[in-house]
């Protein structure tokens, strides 16, 4: 007989690879905290952490725990959150479109996003009105994608694509007509820079309202995914198999929406994590969505944490972490396809 | 005993104008044991019939009862769990292993939120044996060869638990060897008491495995009964335009079997 539990990939057993998986997370996610300007050790971060619950006597500054509760803490709840969010989307998109190498933006996400950032910076300039603009025209975008592609009633999901494609071409023309017409001095540094990404406003304030959004899209695409293996099989199949496909490809469009849309208002735009950390999880495990989603899940909170964390501490300024995760992405994703050439 | 499948009148087109359709007036039925076979030639409609007879298409005309129920007011999941579809279908873009393609089967039978438990991997694993694929249970299917992939997807349908099978050209594009592997399976299932439903463009296979056949020509079935009625000279010549001749072979082969005349070569 053949072991159930086994899958392509490294063959390590499912439950231990997500237990190492998750002590990983909470190693970056200490390392991530401990460093910046005031460098925290990590026994203090514990005892910091635990003094609220427990009776620790206070050897720290206000201002370090100021430091870690309102400025750290928020902005490593967000890495994981965007980080996390994005992989999962991804992958469900590509399980989706038949495609491993689609990625979340593919209905216009980001585009939309992008352009009602432009707007916001433009005439409100506070980054309320930037973060529930770009929210709302990338589901904007979404909903335009979704409403052009139902005009043709054949191949919906090839339809999808063609739509996302115009959608995504026409609000990124519109971001460039605004970046064209803007002051050349504040405002369009400032799309400039948003465009490139960055967790640098995350409050906890943000994470009140764009963390359950994330975390609610995650859960739902956990709790579906291994309908999205039957998706994979290709339309006719999956009815063919009981499927209610319409219903279930909304679900996760619904989802994956909310995620990105969610995800792109807090941190601007970050490319490559729904591409390329989907990739790494399937060396890991398999295409199995059914062991892939949790891996994928952990693995990108680990990876935009610490991406995050290189660029605060890495230079002087910031570095846009858009910029970093196309740096780091596409040699990952180079080299996963030359030692992945068997199949995806 | 009572038909699994009754089609009455069915009629499908693309193009929403009824007057000019894919088939028309399409009456035959299927029963326990049943190894119905469809003949046609490329693009007479075989693949949207069976589509529309698995609920996989919509926008047919005409009844269509699955024991009893008219299948056009039950859901998906419901039709799935009485009819197992194998598709003429390529290998999917990701290397799912044939284990995860098979236990797919069981999606019918679980709700939205869960996925496969032990007893589906048991059926999942009965269903492999059946089509004789267990020893590939591990493979990743973008390595199988043709063949393989067939009784992959004859496994996928078998774990559905159908009383009926419908399989679109299942034995096309195969070697010799192969062809006469899937219709082995194919009998086997037959003779266990599934009714079978098969679109083949081999007319000696339905002196080899099927009970029925029917010729689907010019959006009718032009011919149905049992095959030595079907299978033809007559029929097969307005069938595929070519002179055939159907002959019986002795040698201990005892079936007939079919032969263009090729007289004007």
Known sequence: MHGHEKGTGIGLEQGRLLFLLAILLIVVATVSLMLGQMKVPPGQIVRIFAAPFFPIKRTWSPTLESVLF??????????MLVGAGLSVSGAAFQGLFRNPLVSDHILGVSAGAGLGAALAILFFGNIGAIQGLSFAFGLLAVLMTYGLSRVYRT??????????IIVAAFFSAGTSLLKYIADPVNNMPSIVFWLLGSLNNASNKDMAVAGPMIAVGVTVLLLIRWRINLLAMGEEDARALGVDTGRIRTTIIICATLISAAAVSISGIVGWIGLVIPHIGRILVGPDN??????VTLIGASYL????TVARVAMETEIPIGILTALVGAPIFAYLLRKNRSGW | MAPLVTVRDLAFTYTGN?????????TFSVGPGDIFFLLGRNGSGKSTLLRCVSNVLQGWQGTILLAGSDISRMR?????????????????GFPFLVKDIVIMGRAPHL??????????REIADRAMETAGIISLADRPCTTLSGGEWQLTLIARALAQEPRVMVLDEPTSHLDMGNQVKILRVV?????SGLGIIMASHFPDHAFIAATEAAILNHGHVACKGPPDKVVTDGELRLTYGVDVKVLYVGEGIDRKACFPTLADF
């Open chain 1, 70 to 79: 309102e400025v750290r803490l928020p902005r490593l709840l967000a890495g």
């Open chain 1, 155 to 164: 191949t919906p999901v090839l339809m999808l694509v063609l739509a996302g």
């Open chain 1, 290 to 295: 059914k062991r892939l989603l949790p891996v």
């Open chain 1, 305 to 308: 944490v610490a991406v995050d």
């Open chain 2, 18 to 26: 009824m007057a000019d359709p894919i088939f028309r007036d399409v």
């Open chain 2, 76 to 92: 998906p999941s419901e039709v799935a769990k009485e009819i197992g579809y194998v598709p003429q279908n390529e290998v999917p």
């Open chain 2, 111 to 120: 709700s939205v939120f869960s996925s496969p438990a032990r007893r589906d």
């Open chain 2, 187 to 191: 009998k086997a299932l037959g003779q």
